[in-house]
Nanobody, 123 residues
């Protein structure tokens, strides 16, 4: 089992920054890639970024590449999402998720989810 807990959401003006955290625990989490997803009202949950624990390999959605950075701290069992140059269209509930083996962009591939944290970007 893997447990995930997000934090760090909030309200920010366009152009601002936020850093989200995803604290992981459980017996096998260190072998599971972690992905960040987001879901805006009336829209499907979409992939934002993913990272592997062992090598730190990353993958980004085109919509956030160059603005967002995913990283992990293996000593704290935490994955971060640094979000810069935020836009109103980044407003959503952000979730972290974990799955065995490789990073996948489809939400249905992920077995474990956190409860989500709201990010609101005002114009």
């Amino acid at each position: 089992q893997v447990q995930l807990e997000e934090s760090g959401g909030g309200l920010v003006q366009a152009g601002g920054s936020l850093r989200l955290s995803c604290a992981a625990s459980g017996r096998t989490f260190s072998t599971y890639p972690v992905g960040w997803f987001r879901q805006a009202p009336g829209k499907e949950r979409e992939f934002v970024a993913g990272i592997t624990w062992n090598t730190g390999s990353t993958l980004y959605a085109d919509s956030v590449r160059g603005r967002f950075t995913i990283s992990r701290d293996t000593t704290k069992n935490t994955v971060y999402l640094q979000m810069n140059s935020l836009k109103p269209e980044d407003t959503a509930v952000y979730y972290c998720a974990a799955r065995p083996y490789a990073i996948q962009v489809g939400a249905s591939h992920y077995n474990y989810w956190g409860q989500g944290t709201q990010v609101t970007v005002s114009s």
